[in-house]
C-alpha cells in the first residue's frame, strides 16, 4: 500500500521486526527443535515466519497493486504517468519481491536474535525504516515528500506555483488518501497487532521478567518509538543535512551522527533497548542465563 520505489524497504524493515518482536518465542523454538532432525527444524514449519509471509503476501502485495492500477503515478511516485509507462515484468518483480523482502528480514533478524544479537537485529529495523522513511522524505532527488503528497500527475507538475497547505488539502481529499486510510487499518493495524501480540507472548516466557525492566504498556510505547519513531526523525535529519550541505557532506555527518548514537555500549538507545525485555542472550543460554545446553534438548523444553 506504500509507494513502490519504497515498498522493498517497508517489507524488509516488517519482517525483521516480526523476528525481532517474537525472539523470545524463536529461541524456545530452536531449543525444543534442537538435535530432533531436519524436519522439525524446517523453516516452513516456523509458525512465525509463516505467518510473517502471509501477511506480505495476503495483506501488502495486493493493497499495493491496488494502488498502483487505480494510481500508476502515485504508486511509481510520479516515474510513471499511467498504466502504459508502467511494465509488466516490473509488477510480477514487485508482487514476488514483497513476501522475498519481508522473509529475507525475518530471517537475517532471527539469525541475529539466536546468535544473542539481539540488538543488531534491532538495527535490521532502525535500517529497513530509515531507507522506507527516507525515500518517502526526500527520496532521490529531494522531492520525496512532494510525490508522496502529490495524487496526480498535474499535482506534481504544480508544485512550485502552489502552497504546501493546497498541496496537503488536495491530498486528504483524494481517492488515494481515502484508500491509503481503508488499507492502512487493515495492513498497519494487523501489524500493529501482531507485533504487540508476540511482544506480549514472549513476556510470558521464562526470563523474560528479568531482561524487561519496565511496565508492558511502557515496554511497548519504548518499542514502537524506536522502531518507528528513531528512523523516522533519522530521516527528517539525514534530509535536513543534505539539504542544506549537499550529499558529499551531509550524508557523511548523518553517518557519524547515527554511528554515535546506535553503535557505543552506552548509548541511549541501547539503554533503552535493555528497558524492553527482547532477548539478548544466545539461543542455548539458560533461562536464567547461567550456563549453556550440551546439545539436545533440556530441561528449558518444558518453556
Excluded at 509507462?85 to 536474535?113: E, R, S, T
Aim: proline fraction near 5%; include cysteine; glycine fraction near 14%.
Amino acid at each position: 500500500m506504500i509507494q513502490i520505489q519504497a515498498a522493498l524497504f517497508w517489507a524488509y524493515a516488517i519482517g525483521a521486526t516480526s523476528a525481532l518482536c517474537a525472539g523470545r518465542q524463536l529461541q524456545v523454538w530452536e531449543r525444543i527443535n534442537a538435535g530432533e532432525g531436519p524436519r522439525t527444524r524446517s523453516r516452513a514449519a516456523n509458525p512465525y515466519l509463516a505467518l510473517t509471509a502471509l501477511f506480505a503476501a495476503v495483506l501488502m502485495v495486493p493493497t499495493g497493486l491496488f494502488l498502483l492500477w487505480q494510481n500508476p503515478a502515485w504508486a511509481t511516485m510520479h516515474v510513471a504517468a499511467g498504466h502504459e509507462d508502467v511494465w509488466a515484468g516490473f509488477v510480477l518483480g514487485y508482487a514476488g519481491g514483497i513476501p522475498v523482502a519481508a522473509i529475507l528480514g525475518f530471517l537475517v533478524a532471527q539469525a541475529l536474535v539466536l546468535a544473542g544479537a539481539g540488538y543488531w537485529a534491532y538495527l535490521q529495523c532502525v535500517g529497513g525504516y530509515f531507507l522506507l522513511f527516507g525515500t518517502l522524505v526526500h527520496g532521490w532527488d529531494g522531492r520525496g515528500y512532494e510525490r508522496f503528497l502529490s495524487p496526480g500527475t498535474d499535482d506534481f507538475a504544480d508544485w512550485p506555483r502552489d502552497s504546501v497547505v493546497n498541496h496537503v488539502l488536495d491530498f486528504v481529499t483524494s481517492g488515494t488518501f481515502l484508500a491509503l486510510l481503508l488499507f492502512g487499518a487493515a495492513v498497519i493495524g494487523t501489524m500493529l497487532a501482531t507485533g504487540v501480540g508476540w511482544l506480549m507472548e514472549g513476556w510470558s516466557l521464562p526470563g523474560a521478567d528479568e531482561d524487561r525492566k519496565v511496565p508492558r504498556v511502557l515496554a511497548v510505547v519504548i518499542a514502537g518509538a524506536g522502531v518507528y519513531g528513531l528512523p523516522f526523525v533519522g530521516a527528517l535529519l539525514a534530509s535536513v543535512l543534505v539539504r542544506l550541505l549537499g550529499g558529499w557532506l551531509g550524508l557523511p555527518l548523518f553517518a557519524i551522527v547515527a554511528g554515535l548514537t546506535l553503535l557505543p555500549g552506552r548509548s541511549p538507545v541501547r539503554w533503552l533497548y535493555g528497558l524492553v525485555g527482547v532477548p539478548r542472550r544466545h539461543w542455548r543460554a539458560g533461562a536464567d542465563g547461567s550456563g549453556d545446553y550440551a546439545g539436545g534438548v533440556t530441561a528449558d523444553r518444558s518453556a
